[in-house]
């Protein structure tokens, strides 16, 4: 175990001097645990925004989808730009029905099973690109509380070992060594914690929005069968 310096009884004790004052490897505990803590802010900052703009997304498609436009026109104006959301959904559909067609589609059951699966492929990606980077939070909520834990039982037993080499108990001897250790411990739950409420939120969230798709999903596969079976019975 490496050698720390206990602090002088009665000394003022600040978070930097106990940081400076612990050893090497409860150092790169406290390191990583706080870079861990910067990238879970970034990911919540950024699904945050992500999940706002994909709500209003939503809701702007929805308002343009059943203002009684043609589904015609509406792929025609979505066919080429980047689209996300229910419009990913929607381009996905009447991008197979429209090949389908072209080919001569025969079987009505047939095209509505592909149908069916471009829109399953389509909400699956969406929920990827949504549900991205949460795996992160959820490592972190899990396991930064014990690798701070690690950090402080490491702490500990170089604190000792420094107080056995000193062959002094005195509680002033004695606090600034473990108070440094338990530093660990608690970056380890400021790292863990904001992880923790944030992947439950943020997972509620996309949980939401994915409700959101696979409804319309199901609306639109309803409207595009009604329309298959119209063109099965004029041929």
Known sequence: ???????????????WALFWQAGWV??????GLLA????????????????????????????TFWSGQS??????????????GMASIFVAA??????????????????????????????????????????????????APFIGLFGTVVGIMTSFQAIAG?????LAVVAPGIAEALLATAIGLLA?????????????????IAVRMEGFADEFSAILSRQIDEKVART
Request: charged content about 25%; glycine content about 6%; aromatic content about 6%.
């Open 166 to 170: 000193s062959k002094s108990t005195n």
């Open 71 to 84: 589904l015609e026109e509406l792929y025609n104006g979505l066919a080429e730009r980047k689209t996300t």
């Open 192 to 208: 863990a914690i904001p992880a923790v409420v944030a992947y439950n939120k943020l997972s509620s969230d996309a949980g939401k």
């Open 94 to 143: 009447m991008r197979e029905w429209k090949k389908s067609f072209e080919k001569g589609a025969r079987s009505p059951l047939a095209l509505q099973s592909r149908i069916d699966k471009a829109m399953d492929l389509a909400l699956t990606r969406e929920m990827e690109r949504l549900e991205g980077k949460l795996g992160f939070l959820a490592t972190v909520g899990s396991a």
């Open 1 to 15: 175990m490496e050698n720390i310096t206990l602090a002088e009884p009665g000394a003022a004790i600040s978070v």
């Open 26 to 31: 409860v150092k790169l505990v406290m390191i």
């Open 36 to 63: 861990a803590s910067i990238w879970t802010w970034a990911i919540i900052v950024d699904k945050l925004i992500a999940y706002g703009r994909m709500r209003v997304s939503l809701g702007r498609f929805e308002n």
